[in-house]
């Protein structure tokens, strides 16, 4: 029974579309993030959520867009893709805001033509 | 700006010899440290922490040691098994909050 869990694991799209990440917990935990690997192999943070509320918001384009619909959610979406979002996208969790123990997915890799 | 540094993209030790993974960091504000493992298709999973208050600790064949003068730390396997071939992050945050810095990984492989 997986933890942490991201759909789709594999995205393959064109340019200027529009697509969507999901992630679910089952782990009950309050804070939820969004990481970005890079080529470069740099694990970034994106976004974090703490009880559906958003907590930190790095520098990311305003085309990426978290949405928290409950506690164990924290979905992905982003608009007008480019070539630079190609990436591994982590979703993972955490027991509360205070915590560095993150419990990550697997993750989901975004390749963009 | 690389706050936390892997210098090391790889390490190959023999099994049963310790394996010594280094990671240094620049922000002085940094007071928590932890390693995180990481197999091919998985995602990163947490290993073992230290908190600025302490030099040491240790978890099973795992320790992790802190040098704070140095800004440095480092993560000792002993022994090392093949099992424990997979890249290995070091991550810091500075004080409450959640946000994790991480360096870009140190490749351990470990041979028969």
């Known amino acids: 029974d997986t933890a942490v869990s991201q759909t789709p694991k594999y995205l393959v799209t064109q340019m200027g579309n529009d697509k969507s990440i999901k992630c679910e917990q089952n782990l009950g935990h309050d804070t939820m993030y969004w990481y970005k690997q890079d080529s470069k192999k740099f694990l970034k943070i994106m976004f974090s959520?703490?009880?559906?509320?958003?907590?930190i918001n790095e520098t990311v384009p305003n085309r990426f867009s978290p949405k928290s619909p409950d506690k164990a959610h924290l979905n992905l979406h982003i608009n007008s893709l480019e070539l630079g979002d190609s990436a591994v996208y982590f979703c993972?969790?955490?027991?509360?805001?205070?915590?560095?123990?993150?419990?990550f997915g697997e993750g989901s890799r975004l390749t963009v033509l | 700006d690389q706050q936390v540094k892997q210098n090391s993209p790889s390490l190959s030790v023999q099994e049963g010899r310790i394996s010594i993974l280094n990671c240094d960091y620049t922000?002085?504000?940094?007071?928590?440290f932890l390693w995180y493992k990481k197999y091919p298709a998985e995602g990163p999973t947490f290993l073992i922490s230290i908190s600025s208050i302490k030099d040491k600790n240790e978890d099973g064949r795992f320790t992790v040691f802190l040098n704070k003068s140095a800004k440095h730390l480092s993560l000792h396997i002993v022994p090392s098994q093949p099992g424990d071939s997979a890249v290995y992050f070091c991550?810091?945050?500075?004080?409450?909050?959640?946000?994790?810095?991480f360096g870009t990984g140190t490749r351990l492989q470990v041979t028969l």
């Open positions: 991550a810091a945050r500075g004080g409450t909050a959640s946000k994790l810095t």
């Open positions: 959520y703490n009880n559906k509320e958003l907590i």
């Open positions: 922000n002085s504000m940094f007071d928590y």
């Open positions: 993972a969790s955490s027991h509360d805001y205070y915590t560095g123990e993150l419990f």
